[in-house]
């Protein structure tokens, strides 16, 4: 085993370990991916601002996002497939969040069910929602949710419209997905994956038994491409927000007036995130369209940051920003994908432990007392 010390060494890890199809699914953005890449470089030329001979003993990461106490400003976010980066890795990483006290959000389109992650976690997490053709499904998704005792509904905004990702087509991840000679291929290369997955849920199990002609992966893949809704409006939200009842997370907010429309729509909290540059090409980094979203709407809700987060330095970034929380999804899939329930911990630890010395090294010993003064904008 080599010696872990950043996200970067999963990263690769999770590449040797991972089935080509798999992993590109989660490492790739849509068509050109330059807002993907726009997402990491323009939170690295951000530089901290260095401080000396300040007080900085006994620290704290510890926060809270949307009134729930964590132990660093982070929760996971809703990824899709990603029992597919490791069996049952959805599972696997609400266990791993709930321990070290940051929050889950179980996807939509999660391998493992909602029923399966309540099974094994003993408090409350996220479920992110998408918005379909179906109503009546997705009042039964949010039915099963309040069931489970979720706390927040996080409801992604920015999917009416499938983006094209060119490397999910080569590797056959198409909708449906396809088996090519290739993919298998790369499996034979990959034995431990693939007897692993043997032991775990092999669809996306909050569909099944809901689509008429079966439950396989392929059956689902096309109901689900076929459901996503480019009729979704603010009167849509509304009504998700009068079924459910609860704290509402509203994801995929990039433009200005679309944070004040959030805003009006009673969020409890808003997203800044181009779904991790996977749908509009082209679209400003994350953090291009924080501050303005937070000076306009960051005294009426709760910001949170979403995009390129790959060290505890991001998230301090992202909160000098004025973020009051970020989410972490491709660093969850590499660090699940590289190994399993221990990678995810690791990749939390690693992050806590940057933030932890860069809030040192910039003369600051609260997470809550990081502002625009810790940085330099080039």
Not at 203 to 218: E, S
Not at 223 to 228: G, I, L
Request: aromatic share 6%; proline share 3%; glycine share 8%.
């Amino acid at each position: 085993m080599p010696v872990i010390t950043c996200v970067e060494d999963l990263r690769l890890l999770a590449k040797k370990r991972v089935p080509k199809a798999f992993y590109d699914y989660a490492d790739s953005g849509s068509y050109t991916e330059s807002t993907y890449k726009a997402n990491t470089s323009d939170l690295a030329a951000i530089k901290l601002r260095q401080r000396v001979a300040i007080n900085v003993e006994h620290r704290s990461t510890r926060t809270t996002m949307i009134g729930q106490e964590v132990s660093m400003p982070v929760a996971i976010a809703p990824t899709g497939l990603t029992g597919m980066q490791w069996a049952n890795g959805e599972m696997l990483g609400a266990i791993a969040a709930e321990k070290f006290g940051v929050p889950f959000t179980l996807s939509t389109m999660s391998i493992c069910s909602i029923e399966d992650v309540a099974s094994v976690t003993t408090k409350p997490f996220w479920f992110q929602l998408y918005v379909m053709r179906d109503r009546g499904f997705v009042k039964e998704l949010i039915q099963r949710a309040k069931n489970a005792k979720c706390s927040a509904l996080v409801l992604t905004l920015d999917l009416q419209i499938l983006g094209q990702r060119h490397k999910d087509l080569k590797n056959g991840m198409s909708v449906p997905p396809k088996l090519t000679l290739a993919n298998v291929i790369d499996l034979a290369t990959k034995p431990v994956w693939a007897l692993r997955a043997l032991t775990g849920r092999k669809t996306f199990g909050n569909l099944v038994g809901h689509v008429k002609g079966g439950n396989g992966i392929v059956t689902l893949s096309q109901w689900t491409a076929s459901q996503f809704d480019p009729t979704l409006s603010w009167d849509d939200v509304a009504w998700i927000k009068k079924e459910w009842g609860g704290k509402l997370i509203l994801k995929g907010i990039l433009d200005v007036e679309d944070a004040r429309l959030a805003v009006a729509a009673g969020a409890d909290a808003i997203v800044v995130s181009n779904h991790g540059g996977r749908q509009l090409d082209g679209a400003m980094s994350s953090i291009q369209a924080l501050p303005a979203i937070v000076d306009a709407v960051g005294h009426q809700t709760e910001v949170w940051f979403d995009g390129g987060i790959r060290t505890g330095q991001d998230i301090l970034k992202a909160t000098a920003l004025g973020a009051k929380g970020s989410m972490i999804g491709r660093a969850f899939l590499y660090s699940l994908g590289a190994m399993g329930e221990a990678g995810v911990t690791k990749m939390l630890e690693i992050l806590q432990s940057e933030l932890d010395v860069s809030m040192a090294l910039t003369g600051t010993k609260d997470i809550r007392e990081v502002n625009v003064s810790n940085i330099i904008r080039t």
